[in-house]
T-cell receptor, first 112, second 112 residues
């Protein structure tokens, strides 16, 4: 079944640097979403980008979507220690499909 | 505002014992409801989802079952737990459009 796949798996950066994560998927999608998970907690929705969109911004987050390459990237600018978390991409396959397929996640550690 | 409650936060159970995890949503009606399992360092595996009372879709064959006795109540059950049922169980809800999904804080289930 289709599933988002993030790369790289783990990222360690200094506070103030930018963090970039990538996600690839295998078949056509309706939209792609990014979620964040702090250790031992539930996931929190960050941003959604639809298949007809190429770029979206929300605060310090920038998401791009390339449907020809079936890939997306999440950029966190000017990272903070509080951004330390795991980040997951999830794809929704089609209209009327209420399910999401999640990737394995990227662990990001921001060093103060 | 909408909230989701999931309990217990932590559970230790012996092999062969029954299981009941409960999830309730407040502040919305007719939500889509989801149960996921997350193994350590892995992504989320969708176990069950429901679009209405008594309507349950199972994603993978397993030792677990789900029920939705009320509009905003979703229960995950097992008659006899296996060691492989250990994991972090997450409940989520979404509006009729199916996104974004809002997650509870999860139940850490350990089977001994």
């Amino acid at each position: 079944s289709q599933q988002g796949e993030e790369d790289p798996q783990a990222l360690s950066i200094q506070e103030g640097e930018n963090a970039t994560m990538n996600c690839s998927y295998k078949t056509s999608i309706n939209n792609l979403q990014w979620y964040r998970q702090n250790s031992g907690r539930g996931l929190v929705h960050l941003i959604l980008i639809r298949s007809n969109e190429r770029e979206k911004h929300s605060g310090r987050l920038r998401v791009t979507l390339d449907t020809s390459k079936k890939s997306s990237s999440l950029l966190i600018t000017a990272s903070r220690a509080a951004d330390t978390a795991s980040y997951f991409c999830a794809v929704r396959r089609g209209y009327g499909n209420n399910r999401l397929a999640f990737g394995k996640g990227n662990q990001v550690v921001v060093i103060p | 505002s909408q909230t989701i409650h999931q309990w217990p936060a932590t559970l230790v159970q012996p092999v062969g014992s029954p299981l009941s995890l409960e999830c309730t949503v407040e502040g919305t009606s007719n939500p889509n409801l989801y149960w996921y399992r997350q193994a350590a360092g892995r992504g989320l595996q969708l176990l069950f989802y429901s679009v209405g009372i008594g309507q349950i879709s199972s994603e993978v064959p397993q030792n677990l079952s789900a029920s939705r006795p009320q509009d905003r109540q979703f229960i995950l059950s097992s008659k006899k737990l296996l060691l492989s049922d250990s994991g972090f169980y997450l409940c989520a809800w979404a509006g009729p459009g199916g996104e974004p999904q809002h997650f509870g804080d999860g139940t850490r289930l350990s089977i001994l």
